[in-house]
T-cell receptor, first 118, second 113 residues
């Protein structure tokens, strides 16, 4: 079974530029997550999708970040314009169950995109 | 809000046993999960405790006490490949009836030969 795919793996941009990340979750997984992981910290949830609908985007800085999951499969996360503090690894994860499932469904993470903002 | 505390670093020798503690304060709580992350790698799932008690999976065990807002990950027969960061994560209410994971800052485990 193929894992979560992400691209690009690395991206270097200057502040105020725009950048987009792509994620293809495991086939059949209903829930998709985007996390931001700053060096030395744990992953921080940015947005959670169930199929193609947003479940929770309360921690997404909506003035500069946007995300979509068209057709309920792959997803893109965009930053426009980028700031220095956006330098981080952006992790995409997916899980089989829905976010309101009583049973816990483990999250499968992709390799991440390492963003450096200069 | 949510807050989690775990030690930033732990060092142990090959073959030993190590315990990584996690205490939490949350608004709502469904369970405690543990993830492993090697340098430059993706987090991978280790365990989940929704109820009090001990869960064992091979060399790894995880414990939860909901009344104490406390859990731990126990790693036995340590191997060099266990050198990694270990994150506890609480499953808490999100919007509506949804749930989400909030991660701690991680514990860097170094296994020495």
């Amino acid at each position: 079974e193929a894992g979560v795919a992400q691209s690009p793996r690395y991206k270097i941009i200057e502040k105020r530029q725009s950048v987009a990340f792509w994620c293809n979750p495991i086939s059949g997984h209903a829930t998709l997550y985007w996390y931001q992981q700053i060096l030395g910290q744990g992953p921080k949830l940015l947005i959670q999708f169930q199929n193609n609908g947003v479940v929770d985007d309360s921690q997404l800085p909506k003035d500069r970040f946007s995300a979509e999951r068209l057709k309920g499969v792959d997803s893109t996360l965009k930053i426009q314009p980028a700031k220095l503090e956006d330098s981080a690894v952006y992790l995409c994860a997916s899980s089989f169950g829905t976010p309101d499932s009583i049973n816990y469904n483990e999250q499968f993470f992709g390799p991440g995109t390492r963003l450096t903002v200069l | 809000g949510q807050s989690l505390e775990q030690p930033s670093e732990v060092t142990a020798v090959e073959g030993a046993i190590v315990q990584i503690n996690c205490t939490y304060q949350t608004s709502g709580f469904y369970g405690l999960s543990w993830y492993q992350q090697h340098d430059g790698g993706a987090p991978t799932f280790l365990s989940y405790n929704g109820l009090d008690g001990l869960e064992e999976t091979g060399r790894f065990s995880s414990f939860l006490s909901r009344s104490d807002s406390y859990g731990y990950l126990l790693l036995q027969e340590l191997q060099m490949k266990d050198s990694a960061s270990y994150f506890c994560a609480v499953r808490v209410p999100s919007s509506g009836s949804a749930r989400q994971l909030t991660f701690g800052s991680g514990t860097q485990l170094t296994v020495l030969p």
